[in-house]
């Protein structure tokens, strides 16, 4: 089966930068490179939301999404050959204190919905203080 490793994650002032990594095993290059990769998260007492959504870019043009919480300050980006998802996180907010996991799933278009999810990580904390 698929499986989903994610790192990257800390403690940071507000104002800071992160850059999560989520490496996928279990894909071809080929199934990686096409399918819909995502990460959320969640805070605790929260819905786990969201975050940035990466559609194939080989299939759809490499559409991509963010929350409107994080537009402008985080990017996601994926490298098909290593088969690695990214999520770099600038100028960081108390309240993108959360666990943030990378998830993908195995047919269809990226959707904001956890549910239409098969594949997790394990998550990693991210921590901004003020």
């Known amino acids: 089966g698929v499986q989903l490793v994610e790192s990257g994650g800390g403690s940071v002032q507000g104002g800071g930068s992160l850059r999560l990594s989520c490496a996928a095993s279990?894909?071809?290059?080929?199934?990686?490179?096409?399918?819909?990769m995502g990460w959320f998260r969640q805070a605790p007492v929260k819905e786990r939301e969201g975050v940035a959504l990466?559609?194939?870019?080989?299939?759809?043009?490499?559409?991509?999404r963010y929350a409107d919480s994080v537009k402008g300050r985080f990017t996601i980006s994926r490298d098909n050959a290593e088969k690695t998802l990214y999520l770099q996180m600038n100028n960081l907010k108390p309240e993108d204190t959360a666990m943030y996991y990378c998830?993908?799933?195995?047919?269809?278009?990226?959707?904001?919905?956890?549910?239409?999810?098969?594949?997790w990580g394990q998550g990693t904390q991210v921590t901004v203080s003020s």
């Open positions: 990466f559609d194939s870019d080989i299939d759809s043009d490499g559409r991509i």
């Open positions: 279990g894909y071809t290059y080929s199934i990686f490179s096409r399918a819909c």
């Open positions: 998830a993908t799933r195995s047919t269809g278009w990226c959707t904001s919905d956890q549910y239409d999810y098969n594949y």
